[in-house]
């Protein structure tokens, strides 16, 4: 069965250029704000979101990536891992974005928030996502969100990244099994 393009290159660099905005027409000072992506792909959006962040506004806003899976809650890790191998630095009074590529269940989501609040108390956390397709299974809801794909549960919503070896971005619909 073919996949279904929701978004190309284009639009997707357009939903960065205008998810960057509303960060700068937010009520916080970036000289505050931290990025902070979930890996792998959340790690890519961040990076973009700090790119036009930084062309836009002149400061190079801190920003990495958290492993969460030492957080997620179906998997029992007996060591958990020192706050430096969490992230290079501290949260403590930020107001971190916490970035995203698509929105689903949210427990990847709660995973993430679970590390950051391990390291630091953050002043806020705030949730970026390219796309909101639905289908929570906590309660949990953007704050910046590109594009709401609503998708059955026997579909996908794929990110194709360049940055993690794609030909192309694109954003598209797979139909399971």
Same mark, same amino acid.
């Given at each position: 069965?073919?996949?279904?393009?929701?978004?190309?290159?284009?639009?997707? #660099?357009r939903t /960065?250029?205008?998810?960057?905005?509303?960060?700068?027409?937010?009520?916080?000072?970036?000289d505050?704000? /931290?990025?902070?992506?979930i890996?792998r792909?959340?790690?890519?959006?961040?990076?973009?979101?700090?790119?036009?962040?930084a062309?836009?506004?002149?400061?190079e806003?801190?920003?990495?990536?958290?492993?969460i899976? +030492?957080?997620?809650d179906? /998997?029992?890790?007996?060591?958990?891992?020192? *706050?430096?191998? %969490?992230?290079? =630095?501290?949260?403590?009074?930020?107001?971190?974005?916490?970035?995203?590529d /698509?929105?689903? +269940?949210g427990?990847?989501? #709660?995973?993430?928030?679970?590390?950051?609040?391990? %390291?630091?108390r953050?002043?806020?956390?705030?949730?970026l996502?390219?796309a909101?397709?639905?289908?929570?299974e906590? *309660?949990?809801?953007?704050? =910046?969100?590109?594009?709401?794909? *609503?998708?059955?549960?026997?579909?996908?919503?794929? =990110?194709?990244?360049?940055?993690l070896?794609a030909?192309?971005?694109?954003?598209?619909?797979?139909?399971l099994?």
């Amino acid at each position: 069965m073919g996949n279904t393009v929701i978004m190309d290159k284009n639009a997707i #660099r357009r939903t /960065v250029i205008r998810l960057s905005h509303e960060v700068l027409e937010g009520n916080f000072s970036l000289d505050d704000v /931290v990025l902070v992506g979930i890996k792998r792909r959340g790690e890519m959006v961040a990076m973009r979101i700090q790119k036009y962040l930084a062309q836009q506004s002149g400061q190079e806003i801190p920003c990495a990536g958290i492993d969460i899976r +030492t957080f997620r809650d179906d /998997v029992n890790t007996a060591q958990l891992p020192t *706050p430096s191998e %969490i992230l290079p =630095f501290d949260v403590t009074g930020k107001v971190v974005i916490l970035c995203d590529d /698509v929105l689903h +269940t949210g427990r990847s989501v #709660r995973a993430a928030i679970e590390g950051l609040f391990t %390291i630091g108390r953050p002043q806020g956390v705030r949730l970026l996502v390219l796309a909101d397709r639905g289908g929570r299974e906590v *309660p949990v809801r953007a704050d =910046f969100v590109g594009k709401n794909i *609503p998708a059955a549960k026997g579909e996908r919503i794929q =990110f194709d990244m360049e940055e993690l070896g794609a030909a192309e971005d694109r954003v598209y619909i797979t139909k399971l099994g």
